[in-house]
């Protein structure tokens, strides 16, 4: 993967990543420093039919987590096509999302505790790739389980 080239996305500085782009990162505001209090932005991105699938990783995240008395995270980046929140310190991993239209939220508190040491943000990579699925849904499931396993392998 060539960095250098790839289009580059602030979270809160652009609502939709443009048609046709099928490649690039995903960062919080100011990456890799310090992100900011109060933010509430999102981000969608569009795939152009049914036959792509979005890959996303998850590369760093540091933000702050919940607090001493709470269970709900102060800062978070939220992925809706799978209904999962990411707070705290995460390391690197693979996070798919199957839709065609695919909503990233990162939300933060109006203060960051002075326990986190630096908060760096959120950096994510994605890439859009065709499948092809067959008609039969039984063989639907294991040619896409195959066709990952070869694109991950690569």
């Known amino acids: 993967m060539n960095n250098n080239n790839i289009e580059r996305f602030d979270i809160c500085q652009v609502s939709k990543i443009p048609d046709g782009v ?9 990456y890799p420093k310090y992100y900011g209090n109060s933010r509430n932005c999102y981000l969608n991105l569009n795939l152009p ?3 792509f699938r979005l890959f996303v990783y998850l590369i760093s995240m540091n933000v ?15 992925i809706e096509n799978i209904e999962k929140s990411f707070f705290g310190e995460y390391k690197p991993q693979i996070v798919l999302a199957e839709n065609r239209l695919t909503k990233f939220r990162f939300i933060t508190d109006f203060v960051t505790s002075t ?3 630096d908060p760096k943000g959120v950096l994510l990579y994605f ?4 499948i092809s ?9 294991i040619v896409f389980f195959f066709k990952l396993l070869n694109y991950l392998k690569s």
């Not at 987590?65 to 939220?78: A, C, I, N, Q």
């Open 49 to 51: 039919n049914e036959n």
């Open 115 to 117: 326990s986190l040491n």
């Open 64 to 78: 702050e987590s919940k607090g001493w008395f709470s269970r709900v995270p102060k800062d978070y980046l939220y």
């Open 22 to 30: 099928m490649e690039g990162f995903i960062h919080s505001p100011d």
């Open 133 to 141: 699925f067959e008609f039969n849904i039984r063989r639907k499931k």
């Open 127 to 130: 890439k859009s790739k065709i």
